[in-house]
């Protein structure tokens, strides 16, 4: 049992030196919670970034990224290291709206745009091989599975994730009371706002900023 876990067992009543219900067997439950608790904040942030380098390849216009160990959520930035310039974020509507046999395009990217759950497309498609691409990605860490393993959570965030975990606990055993004040808790720590907010309206959701290029326009 790791120190997150003997929060979250802690704050259900058991003794996690001594415990009664969450021995080996039943600390799956939480530690599982505790897995949703690391995904769900790291969604909800995009505080866990990895650089990945991508090789491009003459007139290929997509690309599928595979972290070794991480999963892949979204890119926030892009750079041309040969260029020293950044790659604006487009659509496909958008590429679409420009010009629709923009697949034909090739020569150096100046867009980048993201496709399905882990595959980006370039445009224009790369005229040359072995040009590198920086990207900065937001990605979801590896679900860890015992005590030894590490926790890919930031230390500001370890409370936010017992909360979770505890609101998952009572919500299981049916006490709804006790399941809606962590549950609070999480969402009040965590940043997420819930009910009416007395002095101004705000949808959460997630977003990356998108260049002006290209337009129907230009």
Same mark, same amino acid.
């Given at each position: 049992m790791n120190d997150l876990e003997g929060q979250v067992v802690r704050l259900v009543g058991d003794d996690p030196e001594s415990p009664d219900v969450f021995d080996d067997t039943g600390i799956f439950w939480i530690r599982e919670s505790?897995?949703?608790a690391v995904e769900e904040l790291s969604l909800l942030t995009g505080g866990v970034k990895r650089n990945y380098q991508l090789i491009a390849r003459t007139g290929a216009t997509f690309y599928r990224l595979a972290f070794a160990r991480d999963q892949y959520a979204w890119v926030t930035d892009a750079w041309l290291p040969g260029f020293r310039r950044r790659l604006e974020q487009?659509? $496909?509507?958008r590429l679409n709206a420009y010009n629709p046999r923009w697949q034909q395009n090739i020569g150096t990217p100046q867009a980048y745009f !993201?496709?399905?759950?882990?595959?980006?497309?370039?445009w224009p498609a790369p005229g040359g091989n072995d040009l590198m691409i920086e990207l900065t990605c937001v990605v979801i860490g590896q679900r860890y599975s015992s005590d030894d393993e590490r926790i890919k959570i930031r230390k500001a965030w370890q409370d936010i994730a017992v909360h979770f975990a505890s609101a998952e606990y009572y919500a299981s055993v049916?006490?709804?009371?006790n399941a809606m004040f962590e549950l609070q808790h999480f969402t009040s720590l965590?940043? $997420?706002?819930t009910g009416y907010d007395m002095s101004k309206d705000y949808r959460w959701k997630l977003k990356t900023e998108k260049?002006?290029? !290209?337009?129907?326009t230009e």
């Open positions: 505790l897995n949703d487009t659509d $496909i509507f !993201p496709l399905g759950n882990n595959i980006i497309g370039l049916g006490d709804v009371t965590a940043g $997420i706002l260049g002006n290029y !290209p337009s129907p």
